[in-house]
């Protein structure tokens, strides 16, 4: 998707020539200044009742007379912080779900500067618009996409828009690349499998990437988290990533992300109710992977180091029990009183 801005003053939102225009008024604060048509749209709405100027209310016009834009969203956010501008476009947007737009622009009418906060907070409230999980499922509709997003700002403001897209954007691919990994179920999303995706992502950035194997777990001495892991037919992985956007002496930022990729609690078994969902015990890998590949993808100045151990917990015969007693890797002794805790 191309991500942009153009320079524009209020009184020349009707000349843009989009598929559809959202624009974002905060509650109680349609100044004067805005020029026709945008000005005349808002007073009348206002005034026959289609529009109240408070947090959460949105207003579809298809081909507004004085429009260059095909379609027009007045979507009304609670005041200018880039969270209820989030919290506005994104309802905008999804007034225009399952439509035929594909290019959009946003911009505020009347009070609100447009900052690097407001550019990514819009560019991930389009991602959250058009994500749609279809891997398992081939028959389901496609989703709506859009080829192109503008935001429009003043001079000024120029510099700092095009950065928060530039961000906005990478965020947005860790976030989708997290949901995907979250939504896969538990026999395609294996540790085996998570551990080919972090190489994957480490061949893309050039990144240092080392998938452990049960020998090499062994070797360290993982005693508990063996544990966890030796009654299921799928084999554990311990993966270490490592990015490094700053000095070598910088201190890294650490993130650890639990890669359970099913848990059914072991001996300690969970209720059957809704049991499918434990294949999201595995999302603090999913968020670390995808924080990993924005950080890769916006070159950040920083040194970042992300650890997923992987496994399952599953019930059998080789399964750990309560009473069991560990050895981690710290050489402590761990008393296994329930298998799920």
């Avoid at 026959?48 to 095909?70: I, N, Q, S, V, W």
């Avoid at 959009?104 to 991602?127: K, Q």
């Avoid at 403001?157 to 949901?179: C, D, M, N, P, S």
């Avoid at 670390?288 to 019930?315: D, F, S």
Wanted: net charge neutral; charged share 20%; aromatic share 4%.
């Amino acid at each position: 998707m191309d991500f942009g801005h153009r320079v524009a003053p209020p009184q020349g939102l009707g000349k843009l020539e989009v598929d559809a225009l959202v624009l974002v008024v905060a509650a109680g604060s349609a100044d004067s200044g805005l020029g026709a048509p945008l000005a005349d749209l808002l007073s009348d709405a206002v005034a026959e009742g289609d529009l109240a100027l408070k947090k959460g209310k949105t207003l579809y016009l298809h081909r507004p007379a004085g429009f260059a834009a095909r379609r027009v969203v007045v979507a009304v956010a609670a005041d200018t912080a880039a969270k209820s501008f989030k919290a506005a476009v994104a309802q905008g947007f999804a007034a225009l779900k399952g439509g035929g737009a594909k290019s959009l622009a946003v911009a505020w009418a009347g009070s609100g500067a447009m900052s690097d906060a407001h550019a990514e907070a819009a560019v991930l409230a389009l991602a959250d618009a058009t994500y749609l999980y279809r891997h398992t499922k081939p028959s389901a509709p496609a989703p709506w996409a859009a080829d192109s997003l503008t935001l429009i700002c003043e001079k000024a403001e120029a510099k700092g828009v095009q950065t928060g897209l530039t961000r906005g954007a990478a965020i947005a691919e860790g976030v989708t690349l997290a949901r995907e990994f979250g939504n896969r179920p538990g026999n395609e999303c294996t540790p085996t499998w998570l551990g080919q995706q972090a190489k994957k992502i480490g061949k893309s950035f050039d990144l240092e990437v080392d998938v452990l194997d049960r020998k090499q777990i062994e070797k360290l001495g993982m005693g508990a988290f063996l544990a966890v892991s030796q009654a299921s037919a799928e084999p554990p992985r311990f993966i270490v990533a490592r990015y490094q956007g700053a000095a070598k002496g910088e201190a890294p930022v650490v993130l650890v992300g639990k890669g359970i990729t099913f848990d059914t609690g072991g001996i300690s078994i969970k209720p059957a109710a809704e049991m499918d969902e434990m294949k999201f015990d595995m999302c603090g890998a999913a968020s670390v992977l995808g924080t990993l590949h924005a950080v890769a993808k916006l070159k950040a100045r920083l040194n970042l180091v992300c650890i997923v151990p992987t496994c399952e917990n599953m019930p059998g015969g080789k399964a750990i029990k309560p009473g069991d007693v560990v050895t981690s890797m710290s050489g402590q002794t761990v008393e296994i009183l329930n298998t799920d805790a």
